[in-house]
């Protein structure tokens, strides 16, 4: 009797501990601003599910991804680790190997093991294969099976990059054996027409870069040949991947999943489907934000029709800052009117400043996040050490040096975070309390191609940006005593981990 009441007690504790594991779900979007959603101050464009997340769950004002530009921003939301510390992080062509150890710890593979199905659609952008990169035509591997997810259905890098095709579980799909892929990112391909020879051919064009390989009217970054039937057509790409996304979580709805769900909007080229069109009054910038909130809307449907909405915990949160022209003439700058991308921060993606990697931040678990504002700080970089406590997987601390148990703040049961952070772009910051402190850094002080500020002073800059959230005022001589002080974080930060 005794043995059975036992066996009773384990089973009816195990069964606790799998109720408690909820789904995780985090949605990722490509370049989106902290001003560009309704939640975050937006009028000009409505996002009435990107609300609901916001209005149901606990929105951040004080979230950061790590850095201002895409790749090194993922590569520590897999890892755990600040991406300066590896070399080979920046941000990487179509055809690059994979930048992830498969031998280190991710944030996918600690799911695994604690008994979670493991999901990635949409966009990849940390580079598949080999170092030098993948062969298109066959398998493609190592990529994200081996660092964790049991299923992926993504975009090699970005939609302005060749190839432009789908892969799906390690392969390209819809590929002809007979027509296969060549990619290169140095010469052109004889006989393949370019944007930049032949515009004629362009129903988007481009206004800096972007003038090489033609696909589907519009002109990439990469030279591209073959693989005629397995291109993409940008203007489905948004039903694509939620689509995929939507049976994912059918599929798993029996048991606790991990989805990272990355849209490819807002990025260029911003080619939304012909239903969104005049969604806004910004142009194909505003209505990507439009069809980015249906995406996330079919899936608070999909969840809501399948009873998992209280069984799911979701992150809703962008990848980096704004960028208004970032290649293409899609009358971004001309019909921004009063919107402000960045909000009330200065800078954008490619910058040091706080509207690179200040950006959305939502944690929405209904029955468990009370709703509400936190002015937490908290980071991406700390999804791992944190889901890793939600599911009862212990870390390697030896490979994850950077990733903080910050599950209290995430979900709302204690209003303080980090005690700092370090910002990156082409360089490095440090965030202290409400103290931002820039080193000096020469080169350009704007991103003439883009317009966008980068930070760079070889005065160094401090701000209160408690006080100054435009970074306007710097205090830098000051507070020589605050600067030693974030100094001394920056270099200990450093010599915690690997060095770069």
């Known amino acids: 009797m005794k043995r059975l009441l036992l066996f009773l007690s384990l089973?009816?504790?195990i069964h606790a501990i799998a109720a408690d594991k909820?789904?995780?779900?985090?949605i990722l979007i490509d370049d989106l601003g902290y001003g560009d959603v309704g939640c975050?101050?937006?009028?000009?464009?409505?996002t009435p599910n990107v609300d609901r997340l916001a209005r149901e769950g606990l929105r951040f004002t004080d979230g950061h991804c790590t850095s201002g530009t895409c790749t090194p921003s993922r590569y520590a939301i897999m890892t755990g680790e600040y991406p300066?510390?590896?070399?080979?992080?920046g941000v990487l062509p179509g055809d690059a190997g994979l930048i992830i150890e498969q031998e280190r710890g991710t944030l996918p593979a600690t799911l695994q093991k604690a008994g979670y199905a493991t999901g990635a659609i949409g966009k990849w952008h940390l580079g598949l294969g080999p170092q030098g990169g993948p062969d298109w035509n066959g398998e493609i591997k190592p990529g994200a099976r081996e660092v964790g997810f049991d299923y992926s259905f993504i975009m090699a890098?970005?939609?302005?990059?060749?190839?432009?095709?789908?892969?799906?579980?390690?392969?390209?799909?819809?590929?002809?054996?007979?027509d296969p892929i060549k990619v290169n990112y140095s010469a052109p391909f004889p006989g393949e027409p370019t944007g930049k020879a032949n515009p004629e051919l362009l129903k988007l064009h481009y206004s800096h870069g972007h003038d090489m390989a033609i696909v589907n009217g519009i002109s990439r970054i990469g030279y591209m040949q073959g693989g005629k039937s397995a291109l993409w057509k940008d203007e489905d790409m948004a039903d694509t991947?939620?689509?995929?996304?939507?049976?994912?979580?059918?599929e798993n709805k029996d048991h606790p999943f991990y989805l990272y769900f990355a849209t490819q909007d807002i990025h260029v080229p911003r080619v939304p489907n012909p239903r969104f069109a005049g969604a806004t009054t910004m142009g194909p910038r505003g209505d990507a934000i439009a069809e980015m909130d249906w995406s996330v809307g079919e899936i608070l449907s999909t969840l809501d029709r399948l009873k998992l909405t209280d069984k799911t915990l979701i992150v809703f949160t962008s990848d980096n800052g704004p960028v208004v022209d970032d290649g293409y003439k899609d009358e971004?700058?001309?019909?921004?009117?009063?919107?402000?991308p960045a909000g009330p921060w200065r800078g954008g993606k490619y910058s040091i400043y706080e509207g690179g990697t200040r950006v959305p931040f939502i944690v929405r678990w209904p029955g468990r996040v009370k709703p509400g504002v936190s002015s937490?700080?908290?980071?991406?970089v700390d999804f791992h050490a944190s889901f890793a406590e939600l599911v009862g997987q212990p870390l390697n601390t030896e490979k994850q040096w950077d990733s903080q148990n910050q599950l209290a703040a995430l979900l709302g049961d204690s209003k303080e975070g980090r005690d700092s952070m370090i910002e990156d772009a082409n360089g490095r910051a440090v965030r202290a309390g409400s103290w931002k402190y820039i080193p000096p850094r020469p080169g350009v002080k704007r991103n003439v191609a883009n317009n966008v500020e980068t930070g760079n002073d070889p005065q160094g800059q401090l701000y209160d940006v408690s006080a100054d959230n435009g970074e306007t005022s710097n205090v830098i001589s000051a507070h020589p005593e605050k600067v030693a002080e974030l100094n001394k974080i920056l270099d200990s930060t450093r010599d915690a981990g690997r060095h770069p």
């Not at 975050?40 to 409505?46: H, L, N, P, Q, S």
């Not at 300066?84 to 992080?89: A, P, S």
């Not at 939620?242 to 979580?249: E, G, P, W």
């Not at 971004?332 to 402000?340: D, T, Y």
Request: glycine share 8%.
């Open 376 to 380: 937490a700080l908290v980071c991406q």
């Open 157 to 178: 890098a970005t939609g302005d990059r060749v190839p432009c095709v789908y892969v799906e579980n390690g392969r390209v799909v819809g590929l002809d054996p007979k």
């Open 22 to 26: 909820p789904n995780i779900l985090i």
């Open 241 to 250: 991947f939620t689509q995929k996304a939507v049976k994912f979580v059918e």
């Open 11 to 13: 089973a009816l504790s």
């Open 84 to 89: 300066w510390r590896k070399k080979g992080t």
């Open 332 to 340: 971004a700058v001309e019909k921004l009117g009063s919107h402000k």
């Open 40 to 46: 975050y101050g937006a009028t000009a464009v409505k």
